[in-house]
């Protein structure tokens, strides 16, 4: 078996963009016709810059190899141009590459991903959804009370949530962030996080887990008068409340408070992850599969997490093809805690993908199909151009004012 071509795809995600502005997909075709899609989850370029990176990175190490030698091909890539070191443009396109060739290498043998990297260890996968809008597109006027600003809207969405069978629920009331973090809190912002977790917890009792999501603009003593104002509501964790540079500074909030630290959506590979684990810095792992290096690099870093008693709790602010791979990840892992869902994982958010998830009372049933368990949806796609200019992601490009 060989790989033999390479397709990218640049989609614009449909209001209401549940899961950012774009997905960047990809598909591998072998010469004897199986195929197999990966996607990229990359914001630090152009999403048609990433499918030409990605276009380059399979012509220089991936085609002509057996999809079976992802170890090999993925030290290639890892160390190309003398490099050896993690580069978040780099695994993003690595992570796509090489979860087409587990999808590829799934249908090859008639199993799931998940059977071929260590079998099936939960029968479900507990999920949890962000807190949207209920109706209307993900970025709502932050003039206007909202679900992000407004603690008892935010309350009234998350017993809807809990209602359809949801049993823990995220949200970030923590205030902006910008490219000039970490600060200190603003008082309105210690006020509103605190007031939040109140209203969400009064409204959903102990029926749900709250999530307490940041976006890591905190400083170390920052991130610890957040925390003090939220243990009384007793967070299932405090998700990357410092940036992600120093995995000291975060071990310190970690020692600081009682609720569980999380943290990973902006990491990659083995080492980085390794470093949060010697430090102490989280004890929930949050890797993103088109980010961290792919199916094979994720099953490391969980069996390293194994050591140290901490969990994994796969991110999904992407597309359908990256949340399929984290349901294979999360499936035969033993330390899974519980997968991040789109809400229910349909409707729109699916339009460009022809397969489905199970979703069921608030977990999501592994599938029993071959490789990923998702085909793309060429004409939906072609219909779904992105022809924007923001990044996936954008950061505040001033100081938050105190």
């Given at each position: 078996m060989r790989l033999d071509k390479i397709e990218t795809f640049v989609v614009g995600n449909p209001p209401p963009r549940h899961?950012?502005?774009?997905?960047?997909?990809?598909?591998?075709?072998?010469?004897?016709?199986?195929?197999?899609?990966?996607?990229?989850?990359?914001?630090?370029?152009?999403?048609?810059?990433?499918?030409?990176?990605?276009?380059?990175?399979?012509?220089?190490?991936?085609?002509?190899?057996?999809?079976?030698?992802?170890?090999?091909?993925?030290?290639?890539?890892?160390?190309?141009?003398?490099?050896?070191?993690?580069?978040?443009?780099?695994?993003?396109?690595?992570?796509?590459?090489e979860m087409a060739c587990w999808d590829i290498i799934g249908k090859a043998a008639?199993?799931?991903?998940?059977?071929?990297?260590?079998?099936?260890?939960?029968?479900?996968?507990?999920?949890?959804?962000?807190?949207?809008?209920?109706?209307?597109?993900?970025?709502?006027?932050?003039?206007?009370?909202?679900?992000?600003?407004?603690?008892?809207?935010?309350?009234?969405?998350?017993?809807?949530?809990?209602?359809?069978?949801?049993?823990?629920?995220?949200?970030?009331?923590?205030?902006?962030?910008?490219?000039?973090?970490?600060?200190?809190?603003?008082?309105?912002?210690?006020?509103?996080?605190?007031?939040?977790?109140?209203?969400?917890?009064?409204?959903v009792g102990t029926r749900a887990d709250l999530l307490f999501g940041t976006h890591g603009q905190f400083t170390v003593s920052g991130a610890k008068r957040m925390a003090r104002r939220l243990e009384k509501y007793d967070p299932l964790w405090f998700e990357e409340p410092t940036t992600p540079e120093n995995p000291q500074d975060m071990a310190e909030i970690a020692r600081f408070t009682s609720i569980p630290v999380a943290t990973g959506e902006r990491l990659c590979t083995k080492h980085e992850f390794a470093r949060v684990l010697e430090a102490g810095g989280a004890s929930i792992l949050q890797m993103n599969l088109g980010r961290v290096g792919g199916l094979l690099e994720a099953k490391k870093i969980a069996g390293m997490a194994e050591t140290r008693q901490a969990q994994i709790a796969p991110h999904l602010y992407c597309g359908p093809v990256v949340a399929a791979a984290n349901i294979q990840i999360g499936t035969c892992c033993p330390n899974f805690l519980i997968l991040e869902s789109i809400g229910t994982l349909e409707g729109p958010y699916m339009s460009v993908v022809k397969s489905s998830f199970r979703w069921e009372d608030g977990y999501v049933i592994p599938p029993v199909i071959p490789g990923l368990g998702i085909e793309l949806d060429d004409e939906a796609i072609s219909k779904n151009p992105y022809t924007g200019r923001e990044l996936h992601l954008s950061m505040a490009q001033t100081p938050v004012v105190q």
């Open positions: 899961g950012g502005q774009y997905f960047i997909f990809l598909r591998l075709t072998t010469a004897c016709g199986i195929t197999g899609v990966g996607e990229i989850y990359n914001a630090t370029f152009g999403p048609d810059l990433c499918a030409a990176m990605a276009v380059d990175v399979f012509i220089r190490q991936f085609e002509g190899n057996d999809p079976h030698h992802i170890e090999r091909m993925w030290r290639q890539t890892y160390g190309a141009g003398f490099t050896q070191r993690p580069d978040v443009t780099v695994m993003g396109v690595l992570s796509g590459l008639d199993k799931p991903v998940y059977e071929l990297l260590g079998g099936k260890v939960h029968e479900r996968l507990r999920s949890y959804t962000y807190l949207y809008p209920q109706a209307g597109d993900v970025y709502p006027d932050p003039a206007q009370p909202n679900v992000y600003n407004d603690p008892d809207m935010a309350a009234e969405v998350a017993l809807q949530a809990v209602e359809k069978g949801f049993t823990a629920v995220k949200f970030d009331p923590a205030g902006p962030y910008s490219i000039y973090d970490g600060h200190q809190p603003r008082l309105e912002d210690l006020e509103r996080g605190e007031q939040f977790c109140k209203r969400i917890r009064e409204a």
